[in-house]
């Protein structure tokens, strides 16, 4: 070593100049409940199920998304609609129970595509952190969307279901049976 | 005997039979593997007589009429309906002609049919839609209001669902060849007619059962197991069990331990091996009620061999036999 290195003193002033820096600096962190990072529009979080627009659920248990599902993280039971449950369900069959495995999801959002009806989308909430496994098996009462609370997932719609809902004549975005 | 060519694959049939039977033989001949050059087909099947003839799903091109007159016919013909003639050569998935009309042929089908296969209990199996996904047609150009119809209970366990009626006329030949007295027909008119049962009278023959299975489309379920699953999530088994009425020898579509559906078994054109009876299709939903023997083959590349659970069973026996012969050693 040489004798300025042997003296230490400039390595520490300099080190002390790099850290001195950092006070006139932007500061990285934030205070995470009370502030929240701007979230990308194509984040995938926690699942919404979908209603129309008078309130009825869109899905109708057709097990594409559990058949795209890499994770094997969807199950469903399927059930047929009573008379007097239009406004319920949308169409003639609907998924009596639907279940999501958050443990097992890997949130890559095949569910949403392969989704025919519209009716699942990812969103920008987080999943919860909870203390057991089974909590972490969200079914219908958690999936859902609230009537009066609307989930918005505008954002999620890409320019090609845009496309497809703007071409009504795709028979299948419309409902069959409301006698 | 004749001599036919089809998409360049020749073989020598009996005289009277058709153009679809003998392009069926050879795709029989070649094994699973290779082209599937034999027509689809909604209409006509093997196992019922005078089926056929008002799809026209099958059409092909015939290039040349015969040995002693050349000429190529005129049109594309339903292969269901032609037979061969000496030196016939025919072109079907070579011909871009042959699949451009069989597109304007399965637009049509579609004109009346609703797409609501989320729901449809047929989706997976259907032969109407591997025939629109093989040809390409997400979109319609018919803008005009589909026909609609009430749903009908032919008896208690058999649903009609008219609205997804393509008017195929299997099931009919069904009631009438399987059964002795005749209670299903079409009534009324071109686009207006409609499978009936006469006067709303409930099939109750032993056999009628089968007519769900020759259903190309969900016009006809199965009403014990509507909506109890989407068909590519349970396990076709082939299973026997001794039956007075009927052979007995069926394919169980199991969940878990659980037998959702019971159904004949169907060989690779999608046609039932051999009638089962009603006892055995709607009243037999217990897996001990069966002896299975193995997984149903799959032949047809559908969302329903997807589970991989043939492979996986035939691992099992290799493993097996792998570790007898190791105890020998």
Same mark, same amino acid.
């Given at each position: ?179 | ?95 871009? =002609? ?194 299975? =023997? ?15 659970? =043939? ?19």
């Amino acid at each position: 070593m040489t004798l300025v290195e042997k003296l230490y003193l400039p390595a520490i002033f300099s080190g002390m100049l790099i850290t001195f820096k950092h006070f006139f600096k932007k500061k990285v962190t934030i205070q995470y409940p009370e502030q929240t990072r701007e979230f990308s529009k194509i984040y995938r979080g926690q699942h919404v199920l979908k209603r129309d627009e008078a309130g009825a659920e869109r899905c109708t248990a057709c097990g594409l998304c559990a058949v795209a599902c890499p994770a094997e993280a969807i199950t469903m039971i399927a059930a047929e609609r009573e008379p007097g449950e239009e406004h319920l369900y949308r169409e003639e069959k609907y998924a009596a129970k639907y279940e999501i495995n958050m443990l097992r999801c890997i949130y890559c959002g095949d569910c949403e595509e392969a989704c025919p009806k519209e009716a699942i989308f990812l969103t920008d909430r987080k999943v919860d952190s909870l203390y057991t496994r089974g909590e972490l098996v969200y079914g219908k009462d958690i999936l859902v969307e609230p009537v009066d609370k609307r989930v918005d997932v505008t954002k999620r719609e890409t320019s090609k279901v845009a496309e497809f809902k703007a071409h009504k004549e795709f028979a299948h975005n419309k409902t069959f049976d409301k006698k | 005997m004749a001599k036919v060519t089809i998409d360049g694959h020749n073989i020598e049939v009996p005289d009277g039979t058709t153009i679809l039977q003998a392009a069926r033989m050879i795709v029989d001949s070649k094994g699973y593997e290779g082209e599937n050059i034999a027509p689809p087909t909604m209409c006509y099947y093997s196992k019922l007589k005078t089926s056929g003839g008002y799809c026209r799903t099958c059409i092909v091109k015939v290039t040349k009429g015969s040995e002693k007159d050349p000429r190529p016919m005129p049109k594309p013909v339903a292969s269901c309906r032609t037979t061969v003639m000496d030196g016939m050569e025919v072109v079907n998935i070579t011909s871009p =002609e042959v699949l451009e009309a069989r597109k304007g042929v399965v637009e049509f089908l579609l004109i009346n049919h609703p797409l609501d296969c989320p729901i449809c209990d047929q989706a997976g199996e259907c032969h109407l839609q591997d025939l629109g996904y093989e040809h390409g047609l997400a979109k319609t150009r018919y803008d005009f209001k589909r026909r609609t119809f009430n749903m009908i209970d032919i008896g208690p366990f058999i649903k009609l669902h008219m609205t997804r009626c393509i008017m195929c006329f299997r099931c009919i030949k069904v009631a009438d060849q399987l059964t002795n007295h005749r209670y299903q027909g079409m009534i009324f008119r071109g686009d207006a007619s409609e499978i009936s049962t006469y006067i709303s009278k409930a099939i109750d023959n032993d056999f009628s059962g089968n007519v769900i299975d020759v259903c190309p489309v969900g016009a006809l379920t199965d009403k014990t197991f509507r909506f109890k699953s989407r068909v590519w999530f349970t396990k076709p088994m082939d299973a026997h069990r001794n039956c007075t009425k009927c052979c007995g020898k069926v394919a169980i579509w199991l969940k878990g331990n659980e037998v959702l559906r019971v159904t004949a078994r169907k060989n690779r054109w999608g046609e039932v091996d051999e009638w089962i009876c009603n006892e055995c299709r709607f009243e037999k939903k217990d897996a001990t009620d069966w002896v299975i =023997e193995k997984p149903t083959h799959i032949d047809r590349h559908s969302v329903i061999s997807a589970n991989h659970y =043939e492979s996986l069973a035939s691992l099992k026996l290799d493993i097996g036999k792998q570790q007898k012969q190791l105890n020998k050693k």
